[in-house]
């Protein structure tokens, strides 16, 4: 089992920037990688960024050169930079991991982190 908890929402203007945490417990040893999706208001969610367990990343195209995934040095919290946001950002902002043992691959989800885009 594996834990993702979310933090660093807000609301922020359009330019502005704000860091995503989500800290990562229990089997994380069998997680093989980690993703950042996001939801808006009647819209399905959608993949926003990936790190792997050897730091390979993947972005979607609305957000590459202006958001940055990286995994603190015990690989146990993830984060999600975001810089030069614009209202189209606005979103429920979740964590997802997944994970291995041996033929089992499960995902786990945190709780979203609500960020607005707003003037």
């Known amino acids: 089992q594996v834990q993702l908890v979310e933090s660093g929402g807000g609301l922020v203007q359009p330019g502005g920037s704000l860091r995503l945490s989500c800290a990562a417990s229990?089997?994380?040893?069998?997680?093989?990688?980690m993703n950042w999706y996001r939801q808006a208001p009647g819209k399905e969610r959608e993949l926003v960024a990936t790190i792997t367990s050897g730091d390979s990343t993947n972005y979607a195209d609305s957000v590459k050169g202006r958001f940055t995934v990286s995994r603190g040095n015990a690989k146990n919290t993830l984060f999600l930079e975001m810089n030069s946001l614009k209202p189209e950002d606005t979103a429920v902002y979740y964590c997802?991991?997944?994970?291995?043992?041996?033929?089992?691959?499960?995902?786990?989800w945190g709780q979203g982190t609500q960020v607005t885009v707003s003037s």
């Open positions: 229990g089997s994380i040893f069998s997680i093989y990688a």
């Open positions: 997802n991991a997944l994970a291995a043992i041996g033929r089992r691959v499960d995902d786990y």
